[in-house]
Every structure is written in structure tokens, then in C-alpha cells.
């Protein structure tokens, strides 16, 4: 079952559980799972951390975290951004490797038509102001959508940036009284392929044309081989990240292929 939200649940964070106690709680995790599987970490996340959910942009590498939940919990929420400028191809599938993978609680978050239609009415903010574009149609869908949840999982991993090196399982969400939970953080690229080919798992269609790194449709370019995975984002701008990771309190994305 997919469940179509416009992005209207009130803004904010989960039961808000005080900063030192969701430290603790972060540290008492990393200390008991650190050194187990992506697969443990994730039934921790689902059965430790409180009302949980996964972050996908069913994008070129999300299938191994959504191959994960469906194994553990068909159930668990799955929250999926429709930015209304998808690819046609990352839409189609969505919808495919849900129903493949049994996934029955998978939300499509939007932003709300009235938020469209006093920022974006015509459809061109990403043309002369991306930054502004993504915070409309990505951030605010997100931090609402969020709002009542403990922790998210995310796909962030420690090869993907200097700032990961160090990356734990779980994390602190400064700001937000959540925890992030983060089980390929010490996962390789190969790691990721490995995995996708064992279980035989789908493969974005766009990946073979090009995209190791998708995004939305106007601002997202093929790469040349060997090229940096994230070249084609943005091609031709300074910018470079969407916005969906916070950092103290605000939103901040860090260059990872969610």
C-alpha cells in the first residue's frame, strides 16, 4: 500500500527527547552494535529506537536498505519525496521495486499546493534559484513528513566525504530530538554493488545511461565515465547538495547518494 501525502502534518520534531538523554541513548547503540552487520543495525534501528522510518529517494543505490526493511518489516514507513520533477523513470520505479519488495507502508511526501503555488506557480524556481527550489519541494516536505518519528534511516556512508570519516551507526539529529541511523556508514562502493547482485535486486534504469547519482529531471545530467558520481548534479552551478541533512537545527545535505 502507498499513501499520497501533500505535506501537511505539522512541522517539528518527534517526542523531543532531551539532548543528553538521546546522547546516551546514541552512544549505549554504537556500543553494542559496532561492530555487527548493516542488516543488525537496521533490526536495531526497527526495534530499539522507537517509531522509525526510511528515507528513499529510490534512487541509483537505495534498493539495499529498502531490500533490508522489507526483510525485516514490510511495514516499516518508507518516506519518498515527489518533488513533481522526477524522472518518469525514477517514478516508474518506485512504484516497481515497492511492489517487489512487498513494501506496504510507503509514503509519497509533496510539498503543498498552496506552498507551489505562492513560491513556484509557474514551475521555474529551479532556474534561477535551486537552492530555494529544493528547500520548497524537499526540506519542508521532509521535516514535516518526520514530525512524530524517533530516528530515520538514512544511506550515508563513510567513503562518501572527508566530514563521514568517522561516521557511526547512530547518531544524534541536533535540533530535532531524533536519532539517524545510518547502517551501510561502513560500506564501501563495491559493498553496495555486491549486495544488489547477490539478491538480484532492480537496478535504476537511468543508472545504465549514465546517472550513477539521480536526482530531479531539470537539473540532474549524465557523467563520463570515471567522472565524480554527483558531476552531473547541478551541472554548471555552484551548488552541489539539496538540503535534506541537518546539521544544529538545520537542514543540510553533505553529498551523499541517499
Not at 64 to 86: K, N, Q, S, Y
Not at 99 to 104: M, V, Y
Not at 220 to 226: N, S
Request: aromatic share 6%; with cysteine.
Amino acid at each position: 500500500m502507498t499513501l499520497h501525502l501533500a505535506g501537511n502534518t505539522p512541522a517539528g520534531g518527534s517526542a523531543g527527547a532531551a539532548p543528553a538523554a538521546l546522547a546516551e541513548q546514541a552512544a549505549a547503540l554504537n556500543a553494542r552494535w559496532r561492530h555487527h552487520s548493516a542488516t543488525d543495525v537496521m533490526h536495531a534501528a526497527l526495534a530499539e529506537v522507537g517509531k522509525v522510518a526510511l528515507v528513499s529517494s529510490f534512487g541509483a543505490e537505495s534498493v539495499v536498505l529498502l531490500h533490508m526493511a522489507a526483510v525485516i518489516d514490510r511495514a516499516t514507513p518508507v518516506l519518498f519525496i515527489d518533488t513533481e520533477m522526477l524522472f518518469t523513470e525514477t517514478l516508474v520505479y518506485q512504484t516497481e521495486v515497492s511492489e517487489r519488495l512487498g513494501l506496504t507502508n510507503v509514503r509519497i511526501i509533496r510539498a503543498t499546493p498552496g506552498d507551489i503555488a505562492r513560491t513556484d506557480p509557474d514551475g521555474t524556481l529551479h532556474r534561477h534559484d535551486p537552492d530555494a527550489c529544493c528547500a520548497l519541494r524537499k526540506t519542508r516536505p521532509l521535516l514535516r513528513a518526520l514530525a512524530g518519528f524517533d530516528g530515520w534511516i538514512t544511506g550515508r556512508k563513510r567513503f562518501q566525504s572527508g566530514t563521514r570519516a568517522t561516521l557511526d551507526f547512530f547518531e544524534v539529529e541536533e535540533g530535532t530530538g531524533r536519532l539517524k541511523i545510518n547502517p551501510l556508514a561502513h560500506w564501501a562502493p563495491e559493498d553496495v554493488q555486491t549486495y544488489i547482485e547477490e539478491n538480484r535486486l532492480p537496478r535504476h534504469p537511468l543508472v545504465s545511461r549514465g546517472y550513477p547519482s539521480i536526482g530531479c529531471a531539470p537539473c540532474t545530467a549524465p557523467v563520463a565515465p570515471g567522472d565524480d558520481p554527483r558531476a552531473g548534479r547541478w551541472r554548471g552551478r555552484e551548488k552541489t547538495e539539496c538540503g535534506i541533512h541537518m546539521v544544529n537545527g538545520k537542514f543540510m545535505r553533505i553529498g551523499e547518494n541517499q
